[in-house]
């Protein structure tokens, strides 16, 4: 069992940065494959960033290649994601994941557990 609570999340302008954080609680945080998603009201959750269980192995959505940077501390039991260049497009509700397996995943049925999410508003 994983409990996962995301914080950073909050009002910037076009071009700002932000870093969202993912902590978790349980036991099996840092042998378990992560992610962030994200969802904006009326559309389906999408896939932005995965990691596997050591943090070395990183996936990216197309549209936060080179922008978005995953990474974790297994010693801290923390999920990060950075975000920079962002876009008003990049609003939206930011949650992270938890997947039973150690590899990276990206589809939403593959993760187990999730966070309740952080809202990120870009203004233009």
């Known amino acids: 069992q994983v409990q996962l609570v995301e914080s950073g999340g909050g009002l910037v302008r076009t071009g700002d940065s932000l870093r969202l954080s993912c902590d978790a609680s349980g036991r099996t945080f840092s042998t378990s494959g992560m992610g962030w998603f994200r969802q904006v009201p009326g559309k389906k959750r999408e896939f932005v960033a995965g990691?596997?269980?050591?943090?070395?192995?990183?996936y990216y959505a197309d549209f936060v290649k080179g922008r978005f940077t995953i990474s974790r501390d297994n010693a801290k039991n923390t999920l990060y994601l950075q975000m920079n260049s962002l876009k008003p497009e990049d609003t939206a509700v930011y949650y992270c994941?938890?997947?039973?397996?150690?590899?990276?995943?990206?589809?939403?049925?593959?993760?187990?557990?999730w966070g309740q999410g952080t809202q990120v508003t870009v203004s233009s």
């Open positions: 990691t596997d269980w050591s943090g070395l192995s990183t």
């Open positions: 994941a938890a997947a039973n397996a150690r590899v990276i995943q990206v589809e939403e049925g593959e993760f187990a557990y």
